[in-house]
């Protein structure tokens, strides 16, 4: 197939190759090529789409579009490998310091404190169970607060209230699907 251009190409050539053509045939040839220097795939991936945007912008200037396509796409992955040595991980910035510890220990990056929007939906929701908790009988609510304040097993807290060990099971099981059925009404639960 002839590799000329509209205005190069005589009557008696073959049609001229698109963006279309040369994207279907050097594709994959181009992602090959790239990875020798960039040595990851999504890299090589978006040195190949640069390359070809590159050319999109000013194909009716290029007279050899394969060739072109190639030398881009080299320089555009030289410029990737030299950009990716300037990056240095947090991992390795202390190296004498990470032998000492084991790689588990890595240090927290994150802020540990919720954003003011998370913060306030949970303040919303804290006090929304309270809320539920106010719709309960007297009974359901020492039981709960005996379970889930104080941390007490059934045994306990059936010892502590004179119930059966059943009784508080079933009495803590109802108390908190009414909770959950007033939290649900308030949108808190799916």
């Not at 279907?24 to 790239?34: D, G, I, K, R, T």
């Not at 908790?133 to 104080?150: A, C, G, P, Q, Y």
Request: net charge negative; charged share 25%; hydrophobic share 40%.
């Amino acid at each position: 197939m002839a590799v000329g251009r509209r205005e190069d190409v005589s009557v008696a050539s073959p049609r001229p190759e698109t963006i279309e053509e040369l994207f279907a045939a050097l594709e994959s040839p181009l992602l090959c090529y790239a990875l020798r220097f960039v040595q990851e795939l999504s890299l090589a991936e978006d040195v190949v789409q640069d390359a070809f945007m590159k050319l999109h912008a000013q194909f009716d200037q290029v007279r050899e579009p394969r060739r072109w396509l190639y030398r881009t796409v080299h320089n555009l992955a030289l410029n990737q490998r030299r950009q990716s040595g300037k990056i240095i991980p947090l991992a390795q910035t202390s190296a004498s310091s990470s032998e000492d510890r084991p790689a588990s220990a890595e240090p927290e990056i994150t802020d540990p404190q919720p954003l003011p929007d998370e913060q306030i939906a949970r303040w919303e929701g804290i006090g929304l169970v309270r809320l539920s908790l106010e719709t309960l009988d007297e009974r359901s609510r020492e039981l709960i607060r005996l379970k889930f304040n104080e941390g007490l097993s059934y045994k306990e807290i059936s010892a502590r209230t004179g119930l059966t060990v059943g009784h508080v099971g079933y009495l803590l099981h109802h108390a908190l699907k009414s909770i959950a059925d007033e939290l649900a009404k308030t949108g808190v639960i799916p």
